[in-house]
């Protein structure tokens, strides 16, 4: 069911996550449905080894510390994303870091092991409401918006994971089922607190810098100015699109889990065009469109 990109619950030893393939940005975007998520936060990598992790993040010396003294475990790792890593930009909300985990769960694992690729994987419950700890919870939630869920019976831990960045000196983004105490006498050091910026969080837990590209989004055109690059969606065509230097549609048939799917990679790709502006047309605010435009707004102010 993962590897043809479906969402499917399963139990770690902090809550049940609601899992999808990490490298398949239509996927993501389908537990961006179902989660009903108003933002495109940064979502957790889940891999089944150390190993695994190390192909999908750069792992400085305080990194691989704590990756080898707590994982398996329920700690995640906020690294920078390596070269050629498969994490999509969707499940990294355009971040060029990247969150990781390796559970400990044997159910967790064995599925990692299976599917052989990352599987990002938020909490299995709507946003905004209480995190899973047993599979009747994740169906009282999402019965009927997932493919299934792994029965584990209920989770040890039940508090979801310690965040740590590891992006420069180590910094905790969210306690956890990790206490600071243990990860500091692991390093030698204190960990710096979370930094609070503006913008849209690295990390679950965490709020700083989205990216944002370099050209100035103007959003809910009714027209285009010549040399616009424009970022289209549905049927929609303003006036001057012929002047623009150059156009991407999200999703042509008006689907909003697919338009989720394209738009930081469309954004990159516009960005690239070398245009001085994007011209964004008008997008639903309803299901996944409330979340699309909650980033474009973003990206208009700035960050």
């Known amino acids: 069911m993962l590897r043809r990109g479906g969402l499917v619950a399963f139990p770690t030893e902090t809550v049940y996550g609601l899992g999808a393939d990490a490298t398949r940005a239509e996927a993501v975007a389908r537990i961006y449905a179902a989660k009903e998520r108003p933002r495109f936060n940064p979502l957790i990598a889940h891999v089944a080894s150390v190993d695994a992790a190390r192909r999908e993040g750069v792992f400085d010396e305080s990194a691989l510390t704590l990756a080898t003294r707590f994982w398996p475990g329920p700690l995640t790792l906020v690294v920078p994303g390596a070269s050629g890593a498969s994490v999509c930009d969707l499940a990294r909300a355009g971040l060029d870091s ?53 029965d584990g019976g209920p989770t040890a831990v039940g508090l979801e994971s310690t965040i740590v960045a590891c992006l420069g000196e180590p910094r905790l983004l969210r306690p956890g089922g990790v206490p600071r105490e243990a990860l500091e006498a692991a390093l030698g050091r204190k960990l710096l607190g979370a930094a609070r910026e503006t913008g849209a969080p690295r990390a679950p837990g965490m709020l700083a810098s ?94």
């Open 98 to 150: 990247v969150a990781l985990r390796v559970p400990a769960h044997p159910l967790a694992h064995a599925l990692l092991e299976r599917v052989g690729r990352p599987v990002a994987a938020p909490s299995a419950n709507r946003s905004g409401r209480v995190s899973p700890t047993t599979a009747a919870h994740v169906l009282t939630d999402l019965e009927g918006r997932i493919d299934a869920v792994l």
């Open 210 to 303: 989205h990216y944002a590209p370099r050209a100035k989004a103007r959003l809910d055109i009714d027209r285009v100015v010549p040399g616009d690059a424009v970022l289209l969606f549905g049927a929609f065509e303003p006036p001057g699109l012929a002047a623009a230097q150059a156009v991407l549609n999200l999703s042509q048939s008006g689907d909003l889990t697919e338009a989720a799917a394209h738009l930081f990679g469309h954004l990159r790709t516009l960005d690239a065009s070398g245009a001085e502006s994007i011209a964004v047309a008008p997008i639903p605010e309803h299901g996944l469109g409330e979340a699309i435009n909650d980033r474009l707004r973003r990206a208009a102010a700035g960050g």
